[in-house]
């Protein structure tokens, strides 16, 4: 998986396996594959294991009032 995450303020990004997927829903700690936390620009390049599921996640504090505009742009090839 490659590409380009942009937004105008900081977004943490994670790649994420179904069980992490689940501890961050829950707000408990989890283990990401790849990750990138605090950023406004940040280029992807995730190579996973063959045959396994995983999620690309975009996140911003709950905490922050403001309203963020993100722009994902993702390839994965076979």
Request: hydrophobic fraction near 35%; proline fraction near 4%.
């Amino acid at each position: 998986m490659s590409g380009l995450v942009e937004a105008d303020d900081d977004v943490s990004c994670w790649v994420l396996g179904p069980n992490s997927l689940q501890s961050l829903e829950d707000g408990d700690e989890f283990n990401p594959y790849w990750e990138e936390e605090d950023i406004t620009k940040v280029k992807v390049s995730f190579i996973p294991k063959s045959g396994h599921k995983f999620f690309f996640v975009v996140y911003r504090d709950e905490e922050e009032e403001d309203e963020v505009s993100v722009s994902v742009k993702l390839r994965t090839e076979r």
